[in-house]
């Protein structure tokens, strides 16, 4: 037993030098990987919505149709015909084009490597009046007064959130009495019978973490409409359908949920 102790702290003292470097190079990887994930995340967001696909905009163009017909509770928004809308998880800002002129445009994200894209975003839209993003996230937002948001938007974002009550409770505290929620979300596939392969390869690189670590804590396999009925809105009108967009890679999250719910 000695003898193997003795072996052991010769080996560690001859190589000192290399343990510390391996150290140092897991502490550094611990401490950057997630601010290089976060990064990589914006980028691909970027290249990925950078080309819209038609289909989606004309279902998008669709679902925030009603939104023009919202009039501001604020009295001075009402006298300039304009409404304030507040959207969570805003990325690279892809909604631009759906918000009726003249609408103030409140934004929140927790990731700062979406900044450069969406201010140069927001450039192409002199129709909307969008504040810069506030670094934070749907749960905790302190900073947005209760009652004084008219419409809140989120797309594509429940799938990474983790406190979805929480963000639920907030999107209910901001919104003005009768104040409306727009939402789009992929979901897990809803046709077990018919699309059972796709479900399980949903769960299986949901489970073994695989998808949330190369997309920012992504999960293909929640359903968010019973979070969104359970939340205390006095209507809600959600439908799971299928995403018209047939390319390989969408195959793993064209099951969608899209609707409204009503404050
Ligand atoms: C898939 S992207 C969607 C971006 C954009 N809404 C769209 O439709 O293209 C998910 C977005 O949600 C943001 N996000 C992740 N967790 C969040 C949270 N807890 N609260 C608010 N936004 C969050 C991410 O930073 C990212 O911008």
Partial sequence: M??????IATWISNNVLYIALALGLVWFLK????????????????MFTKEKDAKIEELKKDLFASMKDIVSQDP?????????????????????????DGSRLVVVDPNPHFKSYYNDNRKKFPNIQAEEILVTTGEKMDMVPDNSIDVV??????????GTEEIMKEI???????????????IREFDSENHGTRQKIQDLLTRIGLWPFL????????????VIEAAGFSKVNGERFYAPVNSFFFQLIKPHLKGTAEK
Avoid at 2 to 7: M, W
Avoid at 31 to 46: D, G, I, Q, T, V
């Fill in 76 to 100: 001075e928004l009402r006298k300039q015909n304009s409404i304030r809308i507040l959207e969570i998880g805003v990325g690279t800002g892809v909604n631009f084009s759906h918000y009726p």
């Fill in 172 to 186: 209910l505290r901001v919104l003005v009495p009768g104040g409306k929620f727009y939402f789009l979300e992929h």
């Fill in 153 to 162: 938007v989120m797309t594509l974002v429940l799938c990474s959130v983790t």
């Fill in 31 to 46: 401490k950057s990987l997630p601010n290089l994930r976060r990064r990589w995340f914006a980028y691909f967001m970027y």
């Fill in 2 to 7: 000695a003898e193997v102790d003795h072996r």
């Fill in 215 to 226: 997309f920012d804590g992504c999960c293909l396999n929640r359903d968010m409409l019973p």
